[in-house]
T-cell receptor, first 115, second 115 residues
Framework: GESVGLHLPTLSVQEGDNSIINCAYS??????FIWYKQESGKGPQFIID?????DKRQGQRVTVLLNKTVKHLSLQIAATQPGDSAVYFC??????????????FGSGTRLLVRP | DTGVSQDPRHKITKRGQNVTFRCDPI?????LYWYRQTLGQGPEFLTY????????KSRLLSDRFSAERPKGSFSTLEIQRTEQGDSAMYLC?????????????FGSGTRLTVV
């Protein structure tokens, strides 16, 4: 079936460096994408979202890039900090295909920030 | 606190017992979702409410599972005759759906351990 997946299960970066977390999606009908951060013992926390009519969106220290041609999504974190250590999930849904707008999640990438 | 609240945070139960979890969404949110998350995986959709109406249920939601949202505010998820395979984090999320706009806000989850 359709799914959202991630290329790298674990990413280790030096504090202060930039991080890039990648995600591939397979449902070409998906038109809304979200990145969530999940710390141990907590629920997913919204980071940033993007609609399919955009290819880039910036937040505070984070940027999401969407390449619909190859169905690829990435999250860039600038000047990575120890507090960024967590598991990051991308999620998708399709307003056109699914009236519930439920999210389909990938399996996550663990980001480890080395001091 | 205006976030999504879940109770209890942790539940340990013996196999065969019934358990009930509660979710209090953000007050103005009309959409409410239950997800289940196992270790190392992304959340998986269980069921969706719009106001008090349960509009979609996943095939993951066996007949031992039942969810309600009687007044369109808080929701409960009950698992009858629990099995060890039910051990997971149960997450509740809510959103103010306007044609798919608006991201889901998650609670901290209820971690269920069936022994």
């Amino acid at each position: 079936g359709e799914s959202v997946g991630l290329h790298l299960p674990t990413l280790s970066v030096q504090e202060g460096d930039n991080s890039i977390i990648n995600c591939a999606y397979s449902n070409s009908a998906s038109d809304y994408f979200i990145w969530y951060k999940q710390e141990s013992g907590k629920g997913p926390q919204f980071i940033i979202d993007i609609r399919s009519n955009m290819d880039k969106r910036q937040g505070q220290r984070v940027t999401v890039l969407l390449n619909k041609t190859v169905k690829h999504l990435s999250l860039q974190i600038a000047a990575t900090q120890p507090g960024d250590s967590a598991v990051y999930f991308c999620a998708e849904n399709s307003a056109r295909m699914d009236s519930s707008y439920k999210l389909i999640f990938g399996s996550g990438t663990r980001l480890l920030v080395r001091p | 606190d205006t976030g999504v609240s879940q109770d209890p945070r942790h539940k340990i139960t013996k196999r065969g017992q019934n358990v009930t979890f509660r979710c209090d969404p953000i007050s103005e949110h009309n959409r409410l979702y239950w997800y289940r998350q196992t270790l190392g995986q992304g959340p998986e959709f269980l069921t969706y409410f719009q106001n008090e109406a349960q509009l979609e249920k996943s095939r993951l939601l066996s007949d031992r599972f039942s969810a309600e949202r009687p007044k369109g505010s808080f929701s409960t998820l009950e698992i009858q005759r629990t099995e060890q395979g039910d051990s997971a984090m149960y997450l509740c999320a809510s959103s103010l759906g306007r044609g798919g706009d608006g991201h889901d806000t998650f609670g901290s989850g209820t971690r269920l351990t069936v022994v």
